[in-house]
């Protein structure tokens, strides 16, 4: 059975902190991604990979960045956490350029 | 501007009703279009299109993609209790790695 799994489902940070959110996936996808869900508004992506080491800006970077060091691990890193980046961050994996992703179960992230 | 919009963005029905939902899309090099339902936790993923005027159908649901007026439906059947989500459309383009999401539409399906 697929997995993509998130390190953590739920997180409370204090503005400024930094804040890591860990994504393995176990089905040797090239391609993964990092989501940001908030009511209203859909997936908007904050950050892609293809490759190890490789990565590409989505529409919303700005106070995100990302690394990919090994095929089956995508980090998303908040450096100064800020009120506004409260939300759900969907991670997701896919073989490169075909098919469906497949979704981690999610990380709500809470800045105060 | 959006490149993906979804509507209805919330919708009440009755079990037993039959819903259309529905995704539009404006961008340069379409390569698919996939619907996907969320519960409480991760999307699901329900169908990708990529052909014009091809049904695809899973029990209750059907979908469909118009690629010249650059939209997709998403048809429920029968509605149940179960059915209330999140459903959502995304688009892949270009060189097939970047996938853009619309804002989804949210089901109720009451008894």
């Known amino acids: 059975d697929v997995k993509v799994t998130q390190s953590s489902r739920y997180l409370v940070k204090r503005t400024g902190e930094k804040v890591f959110l860990e994504c393995v996936q176990d089905?040797?996808?090239?391609?993964m991604f990092w989501y940001r869900q908030d009511p209203g508004l859909g997936l908007r992506l904050i950050y892609f990979s293809y490759d190890v080491k490789m990565k590409e800006k989505g529409d919303i970077p700005e106070g995100y960045s990302v690394s990919r060091e090994k095929k089956e691990r995508f980090s998303l890193i908040l450096e100064s956490a800020s009120t506004n980046q409260t939300s759900m961050y969907l991670c997701?994996?896919?073989?490169?350029?075909?098919?469906?992703?497949?979704f981690g179960e999610g990380s709500r992230l809470t800045v105060l | 501007e959006d490149k993906v919009v979804q509507s209805p963005l919330s919708l009440v029905v009755h079990e037993g009703d039959t819903v259309t939902l529905n995704c539009s899309y404006e961008?340069?090099?379409?390569?698919?279009l996939l619907w996907y339902k969320q519960e409480k936790k991760a999307p699901t993923f329900l169908f990708m299109l990529t052909s014009s005027g091809i049904e695809k159908k899973s029990g209750r649901l059907s979908s469909i993609l118009d690629k010249k007026e650059l939209f997709s439906i998403l048809n429920i059947t029968a509605t149940q209790t179960g059915d209330s989500a999140i459903y959502l459309c995304?688009?892949?383009?270009?060189?097939?790695?970047?996938?853009?999401f619309g804002g989804g539409t949210r089901l109720m399906v009451k008894p």
């Open positions: 961008v340069t090099n379409f390569r698919s």
């Open positions: 997701a994996s896919r073989r490169l350029a075909a098919g469906e992703l497949f």
């Open positions: 089905m040797d996808h090239e391609n």
């Open positions: 995304a688009v892949e383009e270009g060189a097939g790695n970047m996938l853009t």
